[in-house]
C-alpha cells in the first residue's frame, strides 16, 4: 500500500501529524500537519515514493494561513493532503527546488494572498497585474475596496 | 490602334496595348482567383462561402478591393520609410513584366523572346527581394523573420525549380515559350515528364509562397509575416501579386508540361485558360488540405529530395535524348 | 537507399489520401446555415430568457412574488416588486430582469414554488443600448396575451402616485 | 529594434497577448536567438476574473454557473466536479440513473472537446480545414446536448444529488445515430491527418516529456498517458458511474506531440464506447436525490474531489465552516499545471515547434486565469 509507504518515508521527520483520513468523508487517504520549513523534507520523501503534486493552496484563517499542499500518485490511489500552519507575518518556505512545478502554484498563493514563500527563484504576481497593492483572497480584501 | 502604330512603330504600340491588356488581366483574374480561392476553400469545408454580394457573393471581392482602396494607408512609426514604401511596386512590376513573354494562344502572344523562360525566372527572383524589402523596413520582428524565410526558401527552391525546367528544355531545344508549345503538338510532355512536372508543381507553391509552403507568412507563427504592417491598398499590392504570381506559374506548367494553349475546338486563349485554373485549382486544394511544413524540413526536403531527383530527371532526360 | 525511395513514395501517398478526401467533401452538400435568412427551430429546453408561463385556465400568470427566484439568482438579475393585493395574495408589480447579466443556469426556474417561469425561445436578441436587454416579464406577458387574444393581466400599482396608464396604451411599446 | 538586435545576441518576441495560435489572451515572452528559443516566459493571468473569490462571496448554489465558464470547453466535467465535492460534505447519494445521465453527458462534452482540440491543433500547424470537420461533427455534439441541458457551451446541468431534468428517447436515439456517424468519420480524419506525412513530420520527436517530468510537474490527462503513464481518474479513482464500464486507457509511448494527439483520437473513441454501454445500461429511476436540503447547509469540514476532465485532473477543494458559503473553494485546473512545464519544453525549439507544443498542451487559458 502506498498510504504505508508514505507513512513510513515520513516517520523520521517526527511530523506534528500523519494519519490516514476518511475517505469517504474528506477525499483524501492520508493526512499529514507539518511545520513550514518542514516542508522541502516533506516533499522530499514524498517525491521518492513517486506521489506528484496535486494542488497547493493556502487557507486564511484569522490566526494564521493553512497551506495545503495536495499530493497523488500515478501509480496507486493515494490522496495525501499536506498541511503547514504559517502564522500570519510569517513566511512559508519553498518546495520548488524538489517539484519545479509548485513553481507556479507558489506565485499564486503569494500573488493572492500575500504569503511569501522562502527561497522561491522568481516570486513574482502570477495572475493580477504587476502593480496591483492588494491580495484579493485574504478574508480582509472587500471587494468594493478594490473597485473603488 | 493605327493612329498608334504609325506613331510609334507597330512594335512599340503592340507592347502599349499589350501592358493595358495585361493590367487589367492582371485585375480581372486577381479578383477572380480570390473569388475562387473562397469558394473552393469555403466548399471543402462544407460551407457556402461568399453570398450576399452578386452572384454567389462574385463580386464580393471588387467590394473588398474597394474596402481596401478606400483605407488609410497606415505608416508605423519607425520604419524605413523609402523602402518601406517602395516594397509593394518592386512586388508588383516583375509579376507584371513576366506576362509579355506568355503565349496565351498561337497569336496571343506579346513579344516572343528567345530567352523567354529565363526571363521569367529572372522577375520571378525579384519577388524574393521585394519581400526581404518589406519585412527589413518593417521594423517589425514578425515581418523580418517572415522575409528572412523567403529568402532562404526561395533560394533553395528555385534551384530545383530551373533544374526540373530544364528537361523539357532539353527536349525541345529551345527557350522561347510558344517553341515549347509547339514541340508538344502529338503529346503533352507531362506524359513523357511526370516526375519533371511533380516536382515543378511542388516547386511552384514553394515560389509562390503558398501553404503547405506559405511560411514567409505562417500567420499561426508570425502573424501574418512579412506584410503585418502593411494596411490598405499596399496591402492589397501583395495580394494582388501573390495571386498574379500563382497564374504565372500555372501559365508555366500548362505551356512546360500540359501543351500550352492546344486543345480540340475551343480557340486556343480557352484551352490555355481552363488549363492554367486547373493548375491554380491544384494549388488551392493544396493550401485547404496540407499542414504547413517546418521551415528546416522545408529546406531539408528541398536539398535533400527535390535537388537530387530534379538533377536525376534531368540526367536520365538527357541521356535519352543522346541515345535516340 | 531503398528506404529513401519508399519514404519518399509513402509520404506522397499519404498526400494523396488526405486531398482525397478534401475533394469528397467539396462535391458533398454544405452543412451551415445561413445566418439570418434562415431560422432555427430551438430545442424544447432551450435556454433563452426567462418568461412567464401563461396558466391555460386562468389565462395569466402565476407568480405570487415570493422573491425565492430574486435570492436565488447568482447574479442578482431580478428586480422584482410584489405587492398586497389581499389578505393573502400578492402579486407582482414589477419583474425586470436584466438580461446581459444572466448566467443561464436555471435555477430561478427550478426554485420557483408555482412553476411560474419558463426559458423562452428567442434567439435572435441584440441590440444597441444595454437597456435593450433588460426584459420586463409582465408587460411580455401582456404582449403574448394580445397575441391570443386573451385578457390583458393588469400590472398592480403598489401606491400610484399617478393614475394608471389605460391597458391599450401599456401593449403599445 | 532592429538596431538594437543587431548588437545583441538575443532579441525578445512576444508571442500573444493577440496572437492568432495563443487561444485566447496567453502571452508567451520569448528570448530568441534567430529562430531558436533561448528562454520562453508565459506570462498569465489577462482573463482573471476571480472565480475562487466569487465563490466565498455567493452561497453553493449560487456558485454553479461559475463552474461552466472556468473551462468552457469541459463544463460538464467542472459541474460535476464541483457537485461531487458538495454532495461529499452534504453526505447525499446519487441515485444511479442520474450517474448514467452524467457519464453520458460528460462523455459527449470530452469528445466535443477533444474535437475541437483537433481542429484548432491543426489550425496551429497550419491545416484550415480540419476544424470545419471537427466543427460539423462537434455541433451533432452540442445540438444533442442543447436538447438535455438546454445550453450549447456554458453549461450548467448538474445540481447536488443529481441532475434537474431526464433525458428522453429522442436523445438516445440521436446519440446512437451520432456515434455511428463519428465512428465513420474518423477515418477520414486519419486519411487527412493522422497519416499525413508533414503531420507526422511536424509533430514527431518535438516536444518530448519524460515521465519524470510528468512528475515534477505533477501533469495529468492526455499529457502523462501521451508519455506512457496510464493515470486516468476515471479508472485510479472511480467516480459517479464509471466502474460499470469497460473502457481502455491509451498512452504513448515516447511522450511527444504525436503521442498526445493519439491518444487524444483514441480517448474519443473510447468515449463513445462508454457513452454506447451508458446507454444499453441505462438503469430507470429518480434522477434526484430524495433529500435535497433547500438551504445548502453543510457542517464544518473540508473534502478535495477530482474527475478526469479533458485536460486533465479538475480537482475541486471545498472548505466548508458550517455556514451557507463556502469559506473557500479551490480549482485545480489542469491546464495550470501543463502550461507550467512549457518554458523547460521550449527551450532550443524553433518558434514553429513551439506553436506546436503549445498546441498540444491543450490549455484553455481562462481555465488558467480563473
Not at chain 4, 474535437?115 to 480540419?130: E, I, R
Amino acid at each position: 500500500m502506498l498510504k504505508d509507504e508514505i507513512s513510513k518515508a515520513l516517520a523520521p521527520l517526527k511530523l506534528e501529524r500523519v494519519e490516514p483520513g476518511d475517505y469517504d468523508k474528506t477525499g483524501y487517504h492520508l493526512e499529514v500537519d507539518a511545520a513550514p520549513e518542514q516542508m522541502p523534507e516533506v516533499a522530499q520523501a514524498l517525491k521518492s515514493t513517486g506521489c506528484f503534486l496535486d494542488s497547493l493552496t493556502a487557507l486564511d484563517f484569522p490566526e494564521a494561513f493553512h497551506v495545503v499542499y495536495h499530493f497523488s500518485s500515478f501509480r496507486e490511489l493515494c490522496r495525501t493532503a499536506v498541511k503547514a500552519k504559517v502564522p500570519k507575518g510569517k513566511a512559508a518556505v519553498t518546495i520548488c527546488r524538489v517539484y519545479p512545478g509548485a513553481n507556479w502554484y507558489e506565485r499564486e498563493v503569494y500573488d493572492l494572498f500575500g504569503l511569501k514563500f522562502t527561497g522561491h527563484p522568481d516570486l513574482r504576481r502570477i495572475l493580477l497585474p504587476f502593480d496591483a497593492d492588494f491580495h484579493p483572497l485574504r478574508k480582509v480584501f472587500e471587494t468594493e475596496k478594490a473597485d473603488a | 490602334m493605327e493612329f498608334l502604330t504609325q506613331m510609334l512603330g507597330a512594335d512599340v504600340a503592340r507592347m502599349v496595348v499589350g501592358l493595358i491588356a495585361i493590367i487589367a488581366l492582371v485585375s480581372v483574374n486577381a479578383l477572380f482567383l480570390i473569388w475562387m480561392e473562397r469558394k473552393v476553400a469555403a466548399h471543402m469545408q462544407l460551407r457556402p462561402g461568399p453570398m450576399e454580394v452578386g452572384w454567389h457573393g462574385a463580386v464580393q471581392t471588387v467590394a473588398d478591393a474597394v474596402k481596401l482602396m478606400g483605407k488609410e494607408l497606415i505608416t508605423p512609426t519607425d520604419v524605413d520609410r523609402p523602402v518601406y514604401h517602395l516594397a509593394p511596386i518592386v512586388i508588383f512590376l516583375p509579376v507584371l513584366l513576366s506576362f509579355l513573354v506568355i503565349p496565351f494562344s498561337q497569336t496571343l502572344i506579346i513579344r516572343d523572346m528567345n530567352v523567354g523562360v529565363l526571363l521569367i525566372l529572372a522577375f520571378a527572383s525579384l519577388t524574393v527581394l521585394a519581400i526581404l524589402m518589406a519585412g527589413w523596413a518593417s521594423n517589425n520582428k514578425y515581418s523580418v523573420l517572415g522575409a528572412i524565410r523567403s529568402v532562404a526558401q526561395t533560394v533553395a527552391y528555385e534551384i530545383p525549380l530551373l533544374i526540373t525546367l530544364m528537361s523539357p528544355i532539353l527536349m525541345v531545344g529551345s527557350f522561347s515559350l510558344a517553341d515549347i508549345v509547339a514541340a508538344q503538338e502529338r503529346y503533352w510532355f507531362v506524359l513523357t515528364q511526370p516526375l519533371a512536372f511533380i516536382l515543378y508543381i511542388v516547386c511552384a507553391t514553394a515560389e509562390t509562397n503558398r501553404a503547405p509552403f506559405d511560411l514567409p507568412e505562417a500567420e499561426s507563427e508570425l502573424v501574418a509575416g512579412f506584410h503585418t504592417e502593411y494596411s490598405g491598398m499596399k496591402f492589397g499590392l501583395f495580394f494582388l501579386a501573390e495571386y498574379t504570381n500563382m497564374f504565372i506559374v500555372s501559365a508555366l506548367a500548362t505551356i512546360f508540361f500540359l501543351g500550352g494553349w492546344r486543345g480540340p475546338f475551343l480557340p486556343g486563349i480557352f484551352w490555355f485558360l481552363i488549363k492554367v485554373y486547373a493548375i491554380i485549382f491544384l494549388l488551392m486544394w493544396f493550401r485547404w488540405t496540407f499542414p504547413r511544413v517546418r521551415f528546416d524540413q522545408l529546406i531539408t526536403f528541398a536539398w535533400k529530395i527535390l535537388i537530387p531527383l530534379a538533377f536525376a530527371n534531368l540526367l536520365i532526360t538527357a541521356l535519352i535524348m543522346k541515345l535516340r | 537507399m531503398i528506404n529513401y525511395f519508399k519514404e519518399i513514395l509513402v509520404g506522397f501517398w499519404s498526400l494523396l489520401a488526405g486531398m482525397a478526401v478534401t475533394i469528397r467533401y467539396f462535391t458533398k452538400p454544405i452543412v451551415t446555415v445561413q445566418y439570418p435568412r434562415q431560422k432555427l427551430t430551438m430545442s424544447p429546453r432551450y435556454r433563452g430568457h426567462t418568461e412567464f408561463v401563461i396558466d391555460e385556465e386562468t389565462r395569466t400568470h402565476r407568480c405570487i412574488a415570493c422573491e425565492m427566484c430574486n435570492r436565488i439568482c447568482p447574479s442578482q438579475l431580478i428586480s422584482l416588486q410584489g405587492v398586497k393585493v389581499d389578505a393573502k395574495k400578492k402579486l407582482p408589480s414589477r419583474y425586470i430582469i436584466a438580461y446581459q447579466y444572466c448566467s443561464l443556469c436555471g435555477l430561478c426556474v427550478e426554485v420557483c414554488p408555482t412553476k411560474a417561469l419558463k426559458w423562452s425561445d428567442e434567439y435572435l436578441l441584440c441590440g444597441f443600448t444595454r437597456e435593450d436587454s433588460e426584459i420586463d416579464l409582465l408587460r411580455r406577458l401582456q404582449d403574448q396575451q394580445y397575441a391570443k387574444g386573451w385578457p390583458l393581466t393588469p400590472i398592480p400599482r403598489p401606491k400610484p402616485e399617478e393614475p394608471a396608464p389605460a391597458k391599450g396604451e401599456e401593449v403599445k411599446e | 529594434m532592429l538596431e538594437r538586435g543587431l548588437e545583441e545576441k538575443t532579441y525578445v518576441l512576444n508571442l500573444g497577448p493577440q496572437h492568432p495560435s495563443t487561444h485566447g489572451v496567453l502571452r508567451v515572452e520569448l528570448e530568441m536567438e534567430g529562430e531558436f528559443i533561448t528562454k520562453a516566459d508565459p506570462d498569465i493571468g489577462y482573463g482573471h476574473r476571480g472565480h475562487e473569490h466569487m465563490a466565498e462571496n455567493r452561497n453553493y448554489q449560487q456558485f454553479l454557473p461559475n463552474l461552466g465558464r472556468v473551462d468552457y470547453l469541459h463544463a460538464l466535467a467542472y459541474n460535476q466536479c464541483y457537485c461531487m465535492a458538495v454532495e461529499k460534505l452534504l453526505g447525499l447519494k446519487v441515485p444511479e440513473r442520474a450517474e448514467f445521465i452524467r457519464v453520458i453527458t460528460g462523455e459527449m462534452n470530452r469528445i466535443s472537446s477533444h474535437l475541437l482540440w483537433l481542429g484548432a491543433y491543426l489550425l496551429d500547424l497550419g491545416a484550415f480545414t480540419p476544424i470545419l470537420y471537427c466543427f460539423d461533427d462537434r455541433e451533432h455534439i452540442l445540438d444533442l446536448l442543447d436538447r438535455v441541458t438546454g445550453s450549447r457551451l456554458t453549461y450548467c446541468y448538474y445540481r447536488f444529488g443529481g441532475v434537474p431534468q431526464d433525458i428522453d428517447e429522442e436523445f438516445v436515439a440521436g446519440t446512437r445515430e451520432f456515434i455511428k456517424r463519428l465512428r465513420t468519420r474518423f477515418r477520414d480524419y486519419d486519411n487527412l491527418v493522422t497519416k499525413n506525412v508533414i503531420f507526422i513530420h511536424r509533430t514527431r520527436d518535438v516536444g518530448i516529456i519524460t515521465q519524470e517530468q510528468c512528475l515534477e510537474y505533477g501533469l495529468t490527462g492526455p499529457m502523462v498517458r501521451g508519455s506512457g503513464i496510464p493515470y486516468d481518474i476515471r479508472r485510479s479513482e472511480p467516480y459517479s458511474a464509471y466502474p460499470l464500464f469497460d473502457f481502455e486507457i491509451p498512452i504513448g509511448s515516447k511522450g511527444d506531440i504525436l503521442d498526445r494527439y493519439l491518444v487524444r483520437v483514441k480517448e474519443m473513441e473510447q468515449s463513445l464506447r462508454i457513452i454506447e454501454q451508458a446507454l444499453n445500461k441505462l438503469p430507470e429511476g429518480p434522477i434526484m436525490a430524495e433529500k435535497v436540503p433547500k438551504r445548502i447547509k453543510p457542517a464544518e469540514g473540508e473534502v478535495y474531489a477530482a474527475v478526469e476532465a479533458a485536460r486533465g485532473e479538475f480537482g475541486c477543494y471545498v472548505v466548508s465552516q458550517g455556514e451557507v458559503k463556502p469559506y473557500r473553494i479551490k480549482l485545480r485546473v489542469p491546464s495550470f499545471a501543463n502550461l507550467s512545464i512549457l518554458p523547460e519544453l521550449s527551450v532550443d525549439t524553433l518558434v514553429a515547434d513551439l506553436v506546436a507544443i503549445l498546441g498540444s498542451i491543450d490549455v484553455v487559458v481562462p481555465e488558467i486565469d480563473r
